[in-house]
Nanobody, 126 residues
Framework: VQLQASGGGLVQAGGSLRLSCATSGRSFSSNVMGWFRQAPGKEREFVAAINWSYYTTYYADSVKGRFTISRDNAKNTVYLQMNSLKPEDTVVYYC????????????????????WGQGTQVTVSS
């Protein structure tokens, strides 16, 4: 499974961006897709996840109501629509894949994700 993240860029506070994660070679081992983000010197932080088959979604509290994760099965692509962006959203965003949905408590665990894309930088100016 290969993941290719894109869509990052520079935006003013309050603005919007949509990140994309194109997948290739998808199989049962990548039934769940997630977005994470990481600031320099900090641990990778869970943002959102979605199940390919059942459209189940889950969000971190910090982005709930502002970010929306979605997927296009025909394009094998997962999106992260980010609205009302804040300067603290300025970090590198990564997409990742895991086999099963599991428990909600396991969602932020990076060890549960077996495939990772390269990061895409999001910069929000104040």
């Amino acid at each position: 499974v290969q993941l290719q993240a894109s869509g990052g860029g520079l935006v003013q506070a309050g603005g919007s961006l949509r990140l994309s994660c194109a997948t290739s070679g998808r199989s049962f081992s990548s039934n769940v897709m997630g977005w994470f983000r990481q600031a320099p010197g900090k641990e990778r932080e869970f943002v959102a996840a979605i199940n390919w088959s059942y459209y189940t979604t889950y969000y971190a509290d910090s982005v709930k109501g502002r970010f929306t994760i979605s997927r296009d099965n025909a394009k094998n692509t997962v999106y992260l629509q980010m609205n009302s962006l804040k300067p603290e959203d300025t970090v590198v965003y990564y997409c990742a894949a895991r086999t099963t949905w599991g428990t909600l408590a396991s969602m932020p665990d990076t060890n549960e994700y077996h495939y990772w894309g390269q990061g895409t930088q999001v910069t929000v100016s104040s």
